[in-house]
């Protein structure tokens, strides 16, 4: 195989030389370098770090090392570990209705540094139910961009309106036991939907237009938003965006910290964006373990899809040696995935093939570790959540 190697090939694979593949690599010179760019995008507004793009304690604290500040986690049971390594300033982004870790945050001194996320009054009674607090809450807002009866975004919160954001406001700070910390809106359609989708010229040209519209839609209502929730509580933070939109969303006013998280491992689905280019940092190897036919080699296992609406864009991509392919009727297979295109023909048993995941973290659903390369070589092993016998989600 060594004729077609590219010089990230053969890095990769002089410094794990001795492990059997399948495994899973983080590159510390594309995510250091990742970091960087997702800091300068934020011209000095702080980003909060989505923990769902990374899942691996260690390369969280990396991130906070280089200049992220807080976590917005993705489950409370999260969060409450977290918590236990001495994290603070742990944001909840999605609602919760788990009775035992609302019991836990209520009753421990968790609740100072964990903010759980409400956009309605069951959520409130959900934690009045806990008994205990004061615990701290965020609004979220929904960020989609309402087009007479069509809405352009995710199916996230109801709360769209100043009025409905404020009536929650008031109901939060009537009730005692709730502290109003913040307020978070997340324009998926713009911070997770790369503008430049390979193979769709018509999407190429309306899309620019749609998210710039959806944006100035947002940045209105969002700061008319903000003034209407400070009239009635201080806010401690103003959370919104994504790692595809953190100049945009950095550039509001109303807006004090940005999320982000995915483009640290910078997944396929990271690709298609105009305005900035995340280096590849994840990857797996998968071993060749057949040759079906001269022109064909066969990895073991693969099937490794991302979540999301099913589509092609979600599948892993052999990536190293260049000129591979899925097979279009097999995909990335459970037990086995076949490569087809011009380097399949050169690929011999005990071959390692290489592969980027469609998104971020959920990579480390599939790893007990993942190796952490610099240069050549592998300068640490790490757990994953999973490796840490923690499967949140
Ligand atoms: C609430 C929220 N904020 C921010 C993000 C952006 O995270 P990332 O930068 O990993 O795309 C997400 C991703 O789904 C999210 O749900």
């Known amino acids: 195989m060594n004729f077609l190697q590219t010089p990230l090939q053969s890095r990769f694979n002089i410094a794990t030389h001795q492990l059997d593949p399948p495994f899973a690599v983080i590159d510390l010179d594309a995510f250091d370098a990742n970091a960087a760019d997702l800091l300068r995008r934020g011209h000095g507004v702080p980003l909060r770090l989505a923990s769902k793009s990374l899942r691996v304690r260690a390369l969280q604290d990396r991130a906070v090392a280089a200049g992220f500040t807080g976590t917005l986690c993705f489950t409370l049971p999260e969060a409450l570990w977290l918590a236990k390594f001495g994290s603070d300033d742990l944001v909840v982004a999605y609602p919760t209705v788990d009775r035992k870790a609302l ?15 409400v956009d309605c009054t069951e959520h409130l009674d959900a934690i009045a139910a806990a008994g205990g607090g004061p615990v701290k809450v965020c609004i979220d807002v929904d960020a989609g961009w309402r087009i007479g009866l069509m809405t352009i975004g ?6 769209h ?7 929650l406001a008031s109901e939060i700070v009537s009730r005692t036991g709730l502290i109003l910390d913040g307020v978070m809106s997340y324009e998926g359609q713009i911070a997770g939907v790369g503008d430049r989708p390979p193979g769709k010229p018509l999407m190429q040209l309306a899309l620019p237009i749609l998210q710039a519209l959806s944006a100035r839609e947002l940045a209105r209502r969002r700061a008319e938003i903000v003034a209407a929730v400070r009239a009635i509580a201080p806010l401690r933070f103003v959370n919104g965006g994504g790692t595809g939109s953190i100049e945009r969303t950095a550039a509001e006013p109303a807006v004090t910290e940005v999320a982000a998280g995915s483009g640290l491992f910078g997944p396929t689905l990271f690709d298609t964006y105009r305005a900035f280019k995340p280096a590849p940092a994840a990857w797996f190897a998968l071993p060749v373990v057949r040759k079906p036919s001269p022109k064909l080699a066969t990895a073991l296992g693969g099937g490794y899809p991302a979540s999301g609406a099913a589509g092609r864009d979600r599948l892993p991509r052999p990536l190293l040696p260049p000129g591979l392919k899925l097979d279009s009727r097999e995909g990335a297979g459970e037990v086995q995935t076949p490569l087809v295109g011009k380097a399949a023909a050169a690929l011999k048993v005990g071959d390692r093939v290489w592969f980027r995941h469609a998104k971020a973290g959920e990579l480390c659903e599939r790893f007990d570790v993942v190796h952490l390369i610099a240069g050549n070589e592998i300068v640490d092993t790490v757990p994953t959540y999973r490796g840490e016998g923690q499967t949140f989600l």
């Open 103 to 117: 019991r836990e945050l209520a009753h421990s001194s968790a609740r100072e540094r964990v903010t759980v996320m």
């Open 154 to 159: 995710a199916k996230r919160s109801p709360l």
């Open 161 to 167: 309106d100043p009025v409905h954001v404020t009536n």
